[in-house]
């Protein structure tokens, strides 16, 4: 069953501006992470947050995660045409069973 | 990094028909994989959860008479879509979780690496 509901379903932004993706979810996480999917292919994972972390970066990307709120946000900073992708939070629900819960994801066009 | 791969990348094939598709971790040895299925413009649902050795656990609604899993090595995983359906055509992805690299080191199954996928087309 899906968990995570993201916001917005779809983003267009020209290059150079920043992206913010929010996800929320109902049940307690061990861990987020965040996956980008270029149409058609597979999942490339960009940044795991665990439940007792509540920000953390990778390159251009920022995440934060409110466990209070359940919900966590993906910044990525000075987009460029090649963030073109399909963004989708994932949660780890607790006892490290591996399974992962996937949002509905955020669409995000990135305009030249 | 950890690479997985998955065989067909595309398929298509009749109504009736049984396909098989296999999800190969290339460069260490994964003690847990999941199958999970994507509709357009949907996000992935997870089918089941495969470990080495045991019978797959699946997700409420997944048939597991529909969709056999065999989990036979620590290397490999398979996904068989019985008496295929057009409701069937979609895109199957795996992920291979929780390993031991070939050149030594290991993680646990909250580190996961995801295949390419598999488009199945059922006419």
């Known amino acids: 069953s899906q968990q995570g509901e993201e916001d917005p379903q779809a983003l267009s932004i020209q290059e150079g501006e920043n992206a913010t993706m929010n996800c929320s979810y109902k049940?307690?996480?061990?861990?987020l992470q965040w996956y980008r999917q270029n149409s058609g292919r597979g999942l490339v994972h960009l940044i795991l947050?665990?439940?007792?972390?509540r920000e953390k970066h990778s390159g251009r990307l920022r995440v934060t995660l409110d466990t209070s709120k359940k919900s966590s946000s993906l910044l990525i900073t000075a987009s460029r045409a090649a963030d073109t992708a399909s963004y989708f939070c994932?949660?780890?629900?607790?006892?490290?069973?591996?399974?992962?819960?996937f949002g509905q994801g955020t669409t995000l066009q990135v305009k030249p | 990094g950890a690479v997985v791969s998955q065989h067909p990348s595309w398929v298509i094939c009749k109504s009736g028909t049984s396909v098989k598709i296999e999800c190969r971790s290339l460069?260490?040895?994964?003690?847990?994989m999941f199958w999970y299925r994507q509709f357009p413009k949907q996000s992935l649902m997870l089918m089941a959860t495969?470990?080495?050795?045991?019978?797959?656990?699946?997700e409420q609604g997944v048939e597991k008479d529909k969709f056999l899993i065999n989990h036979a090595s620590l290397t490999l995983s398979t996904l068989t879509v019985t008496s295929a359906h057009p409701e069937d055509s979609s895109f199957y992805i795996c992920?291979?979780?929780?390993?031991?690299?070939?050149?030594?080191?290991?993680?646990?199954?909250?580190?996961?690496?995801f295949g390419p996928g598999t488009r199945l087309t059922v006419l």
């Open positions: 495969s470990n080495e050795g045991s019978k797959a656990t699946y």
């Open positions: 992920s291979a979780g929780g390993g031991h690299s070939t050149s030594g080191g290991a993680w646990g199954t909250d580190t996961q690496y």
């Open positions: 947050i665990r439940s007792n972390e």
């Open positions: 460069d260490f040895q994964a003690t847990t």
């Open positions: 049940t307690s996480i061990n861990n």
């Open positions: 994932a949660t780890a629900p607790p006892g490290n069973t591996g399974k992962l819960i």
